[in-house]
């Protein structure tokens, strides 16, 4: 069971360039997330799925965009980007969101670190 | 606003106890979760906290009180490997996960 792939693992841009971060997963589950981790900061979130084919902005939403076109898989674009944008993204997934009696545990990908020049 | 508190760094010795507190101010509370993360890895999930009291999970347990926003982890029999990043997260009123900066924790022989 692979759980949560992230692709590239590492990627250097320049500023105003563009590229996508690929989340696949294999445990059918419902819920993605895309967070970043920044040092000295918790973890903040992106955008988020509640399903195939809906997105949900987070925190941090400006100056990216995500898609969930397929249920396993959850896109992360960022259209120009910025040296603020340089950081660690996770990719993470639940089989749900507002479960009252269990966990909801997240499990997360490897991490992406991207760096902006 | 909403805050989670942890300390950023703490040393203990290989076979000892360490305690890692988490105080937390957030817009209502669903849930309270522990994850580790080893440098440049993913967090994994340690534990999960909704009601008062202490959960046990061999080395490890978390303990939670509601009143005083304050949760700890507590980490026994401390091993070389449990050198990690430990994250407290809460959920709140939202079902949001409000995440804390981590205490890097590290084990000296």
């Known amino acids: 069971n692979a759980g949560v792939t992230q692709t590239p693992k590492f990627r250097v841009l320049k500023t105003g360039q563009s590229m996508t971060l690929l989340c696949a997963q294999d445990?059918?589950?419902?819920?993605m997330y895309w967070y970043r981790q920044d040092p000295g900061m918790g973890l903040r979130l992106i955008h988020y799925?509640?399903?195939?084919?809906?997105?949900a902005k987070g925190e941090v939403p400006d100056g990216y965009n995500v898609s969930r076109l397929k249920k396993q898989n959850f896109l992360l674009g960022l259209e120009s980007a910025a040296p603020s944008q340089t950081s660690v993204y996770f990719c993470?997934?639940?089989?749900?969101?507002?479960?009252?009696?269990?966990?909801?545990?997240?499990?997360f990908g490897a991490g992406s670190r991207l760096t902006v020049l | 606003g909403q805050n989670i508190d942890q300390p950023t760094e703490m040393t203990a010795t290989e076979g000892a106890i360490v305690q890692i507190n988490c105080t937390y101010q957030?817009?209502?509370?669903?849930?309270l979760f522990w994850y580790q993360q080893h440098a440049g890895e993913a967090p994994t999930f340690l534990s999960y906290?909704?009601l008062d009291g202490l959960e046990e999970k061999g080395r490890f347990s978390s303990f939670l009180s509601r009143s005083k926003g304050y949760s700890y982890l507590l980490l026994k029999e401390l091993q070389m490997k449990d050198s990690a990043s430990y994250l407290c997260?809460?959920?709140?009123?939202?079902?949001?996960?409000?995440w804390g900066a981590g205490t890097k924790l590290i084990i000296k022989p």
């Open positions: 799925s509640v399903g195939e084919g809906t997105t």
């Open positions: 997260a809460v959920r709140d009123s939202n079902y949001q996960l409000i």
């Open positions: 906290n909704v």
């Open positions: 445990m059918n589950h419902e819920y």
């Open positions: 993470a997934s639940s089989s749900s969101g507002t479960d009252f009696s269990g966990a909801n545990v997240l499990t």
């Open positions: 957030t817009s209502g509370f669903n849930g």
